[in-house]
């Protein structure tokens, strides 16, 4: 009589079974760890809000109104031919100009819009300071912050962020650099994605 044989389970998969257990474990871990980190910061960013209205309360109460120090970006003639024996449209000769404005729930609204309206002190002139803002109907409408996110919105119906790559990119890197200051933005995104082309 013959025995039948026995089919013998590969020692492999079992090793690929429990590798695909343990990432698929992972996987699920790490989608939980993101969502708990997601609602980690918008409670952080609830807090935020929370904490400058009890601020802006207690200004009020006391009739003592507080100040923060900003900074605003602009391009800098003098540094760009410094560091480049001439005018070359260097991002890197956008440096800030620094002001005090108003203890605010909305730094980042009223911090863009001082920005444009682009109002540099005869000392800071200068010092090679210029910019071309305000521009023509140049419109703030307002900036919403998604995760790390900026995104800036824009109303340019006169073309105003658009011409040369030279002045689009100095235009661009003043907003940019003014909005990155806040440690919450990781990125800025304009709207419409039109705007700042050459």
């Not at 026995?6 to 690929?16: A, C, G, K, N």
């Not at 590798?19 to 409670?43: D, F, P």
Request: proline share 4%; aromatic share 8%; hydrophobic share 40%.
């Amino acid at each position: 009589m013959r025995l039948k044989k026995q089919q013998s389970f590969p020692i492999f998969r079992v090793v690929l079974l429990v590798s695909i257990g343990l990432v698929l474990l992972l996987m699920v871990s790490n989608l939980l760890l993101i969502r708990r980190a997601n609602r980690l910061e918008e409670s952080m960013q609830a807090l935020e809000k929370r904490h400058s209205a009890l601020e802006l309360e207690l200004s009020s109460i006391t009739g003592t109104q507080r100040t923060m120090k900003v900074s605003l970006y602009y391009y800098n003639e003098l540094l760009d031919r410094a560091l480049n024996n001439d005018v070359s449209c260097d991002t890197a000769a956008v440096i800030p100009v620094e002001r005090t404005i108003a203890y605010t729930q909305s730094p980042i609204n009223d911090v863009i819009r001082l920005l444009i309206r682009g109002e540099l002190t005869k000392a800071e002139k200068d010092l090679g300071f210029k910019t071309e803002f305000p521009g023509r109907e140049l419109l703030f409408q307002g900036a919403r912050l998604d995760n790390g996110v900026l995104y800036l919105k824009f109303s340019d119906p006169s073309g105003f962020t658009t011409g040369g790559s030279c002045r689009v990119s100095l235009l661009k890197a003043q907003i940019e650099k003014t909005a990155m200051q806040f440690e919450t933005v990781k990125r800025v995104v304009f709207e419409p994605a039109n705007l700042f082309q050459p």
